[in-house]
C-alpha cells in the first residue's frame, strides 16, 4: 500500500499562489504514476491532472492556464502549482497513486478575500 500526504494548502487570496505537495512512501516512487483531484463542499471530486511515471502531464483543460503538475523523484514527490488562484478553485485537495488507488487525506485550500 503506497501512504500518500499531501501539504500546502492555506488561506489565499484570489489572484494569489499555492504549490501543493504529495509526499510517498516506498522506494518505487519513480515508478509511480500520480494523480490530483478536488472537492469542494457539496460537490463531487473532480480530476484536475496527472502525471505520468516518465513525467507526461495531463491537466483538465479548464485549469490548464493556471495549474501545473510536476514530480521530483529523487524527493519522492509531486506537485500542484496553482497561480491567479479563483474563488471557485477553493476545495480539498487530493493527490492518488492510479496504479495502486492509494488517497492522500487532502489538504484544504481556501481562496478568499
Known amino acids: 500500500q503506497v501512504r500518500l500526504v499531501e501539504s500546502g494548502g492555506g488561506l489565499v487570496q484570489p489572484g494569489g499562489s499555492l504549490k501543493l505537495s504529495c509526499a510517498a512512501s516506498?522506494?518505487?516512487?519513480?515508478?509511480?504514476?500520480i494523480g490530483w483531484y478536488r472537492q469542494a463542499p457539496g460537490k463531487e471530486r473532480e480530476f484536475v491532472g496527472s502525471?505520468?511515471?516518465?513525467?507526461?502531464?495531463n491537466v483538465k483543460p479548464l485549469l490548464k492556464e493556471r495549474f501545473t503538475v510536476s514530480r521530483d523523484n529523487a524527493k519522492n514527490a509531486a506537485y500542484l502549482e496553482m497561480n491567479s488562484l479563483e474563488l471557485g478553485d477553493t476545495a480539498v485537495y487530493y493527490c492518488n497513486e492510479i496504479f495502486s488507488g492509494s488517497w492522500g487525506q487532502g489538504t484544504q485550500v481556501t481562496v478568499s478575500s
Open positions: 502525471i505520468t511515471p516518465g513525467g507526461v502531464t
Open positions: 516506498g522506494s518505487s516512487f519513480s515508478t509511480y504514476a
